[in-house]
């Protein structure tokens, strides 16, 4: 079994349901006075990046400016056994004149094929900050073969 922190758990079939899904992710930064924040957002995947599109104004781009440590979850819980996708990582902040094509992606992912492509008409024309995030560590909580590290110590 790979380990937890391995890149390799990207490959997965619970991270590749998870990173296919609509769930947003929980994207954890550290703000400026040094404490924790997390925000829901939509993400895409690009097979080694998560790329997330955000107003050119939003306060964590100064954040994440000042500390690109980041750390991201996607985990699906409607039923049990829940699904947990856990990737700490280096974010970047790439400031755009346009949409950011990957936002774009995940728009209709999480919108559908016409009302995804309807909401970024909507966005067309104003900056937009790229942040990918490239990760660093990867785990994976499935709840049956793979289990918080408290219970299995």
Known sequence: MVQQG????LHDPVAVKLLGSTIPARLAYTWLDGTPRVVPVW?????????????ARAPKLKALAA????????????????????????????????VVP???????????????????STLRGKPMARIPITPTWVGILDFETRFPSA???
Request: proline share 7%; charged share 20%.
């Open 43 to 55: 993400f895409h995947w690009t097979g080694e990046q998560f790329v997330i599109g955000s107003p």
């Open 102 to 120: 990957e936002y774009a992606l995940s728009a209709e992912r999480y919108f559908g094929p016409e009302q995804g492509p309807a909401w970024v």
């Open 67 to 98: 500390d690109p440590h980041v750390a991201l979850t996607i985990d699906e819980h409607t039923g049990w056994p829940y699904s947990v996708l856990m990737v700490r990582g280096i974010a970047e902040v790439e400031m755009l004149d346009d």
């Open 6 to 9: 391995s890149l390799e758990l």
């Open 151 to 153: 219970f299995t110590a």
